[in-house]
């Protein structure tokens, strides 16, 4: 949906796809399962507007794992 947004210059539902994705990462994270994990992994390194966006922050801060996971993706 972000991507679609952001193709289509749609602000507000970019903002909107990045809360729900902070939302879910909340509500669904399981640190036993990677295939969720690994995903939004993908997503937030291929993407650096969305390092910056709060609702990311606080996600990576509660999931220090989210964080690292990232940081190696970007890393290589």
Known sequence: MYEIADKYEV???KELAC???ALACLAFW???DRGLRDVIIKIVS???SLVRKAEIQAVMLEHSDLA???LLKKAG
Request: charged share 35%.
């Open 19 to 21: 809360k729900n994705l």
């Open 11 to 13: 602000t507000g539902l």
């Open 68 to 70: 690292v996971g990232v």
């Open 46 to 48: 291929g993407h650096d």
């Open 30 to 32: 399981d640190d036993e």
